[in-house]
């Protein structure tokens, strides 16, 4: 079979089960093409809440991701099209271990970055994601914050914001920690004229040695819209393939071509044509989520809207 043909087998499937696929903007050409929204993990999440009349949401991502749309969404059923998808940094930290620093650290406000586990959520004040934690954390009102997991982002955000006292911890993302000053050194002498785009969770001497320091989404709309022709991209490489395609007469290079992350791209065509095929026989994976937990958990994503994120 083409890729082609279990596209469209998909997109019969798809309309059958009255299903919404969702595809993380890492996911690969051939899923985004059948995807029914794509975007970064905000952007996921609040377009799959406007779906009010869909039965089921199938996930092309990872397990943090699944659970968000669940907890914005909890009357329907949510799938991840790969059940081996997890983001190693969501795991990083344990809510025994934060409760225990929340304890010597009480009068912080605690700010948890959406690549984090339900229930890790549960024991923290507000989410922020990528695209919206210097905003969010801007608007908190307390100047003492304990930033979790990622310390290449909470580090991001308190440079932006010098008046906020942010206390990090030692987590992050395996892929874009590992990109170094001297790659995105050696790319800039290669490509003089291009813009360096990156991730924020990329290391602090990558985020300020940047033109543009963005989400996901945030760095194709700003490719997009750029006047300029030459573009760098600091984060999964995936990003970099998709740019391409969408704007042929523009250039973009790999500021490594290391940043792969390795649970995104386990998701396949055929998983997604699976997961819709056994989405009644239990054979699918399904994200299961108790109510007590969902309420939870679902309280700091709540305060983060509130907070316009
Ligand atoms: P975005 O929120 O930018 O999509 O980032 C999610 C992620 O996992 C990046 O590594
Ligand atoms: Fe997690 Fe990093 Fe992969 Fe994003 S790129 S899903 S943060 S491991």
Do not use: W
């Amino acid at each position: 079979m083409m890729i082609s043909d279990i596209q469209k087998k998909i997109i019969e499937l798809k309309k059958e089960k009255n299903a919404v696929i969702l595809a993380h903007s890492y996911q690969a050409k051939e899923i985004t093409e059948i995807a029914d929204e794509t975007g970064d993990s905000y952007a996921l999440s609040v377009a799959a809440s406007r779906y009010k009349d869909c039965d089921a949401f199938i996930m092309c991502g990872v397990h943090f991701m699944a659970e968000t749309v669940k907890m914005l969404s909890p009357d329907k059923r949510v799938f991840l099209a790969n059940e081996h998808a997890g983001c190693p940094m969501a795991e990083q930290m344990d809510p025994v271990m934060i409760n225990q620093i929340k304890e010597k650290e009480p009068d912080r406000t605690v700010v948890a970055y959406i690549n984090t586990t339900a229930a890790l959520k549960t024991v923290c004040d507000v989410c922020v994601t990528s695209s919206t934690a210097v905003k969010i954390c801007k608007k908190i009102n307390n100047n003492k914050i304990l930033f979790i997991p990622d310390c290449n982002l909470g580090n991001y955000v308190s440079k932006q914001l010098p008046d906020k006292d942010i206390m990090l911890l030692q987590g992050g993302c395996p892929v874009h920690s590992a990109v170094k000053l001297c790659e995105l050194e050696a790319a800039k002498k290669r490509y003089p004229d291009a813009l360096v785009l990156v991730h924020p969770e990329c290391r602090p001497e990558i985020t300020e040695a940047a033109d543009y320091v963005g989400s996901t989404s945030g760095i194709m709309d700003f490719a997009k819209k750029s006047e300029y022709k030459e573009f760098i991209i600091g984060t999964e490489i995936s990003i970099t393939e998709h740019l391409q395609y969408e704007c042929p007469e523009k250039e973009f290079y790999n500021l490594s071509k290391e940043i792969i992350c390795p649970n995104m791209k386990l998701t396949t065509l055929i998983d997604v044509y699976k997961t819709l095929q056994n989405i009644d026989n239990g054979n699918a994976f399904e994200i299961k989520m108790d109510n007590e937990l969902i309420t939870k958990a679902k309280a700091c994503i709540d305060e983060m809207i509130r907070l316009g994120g």
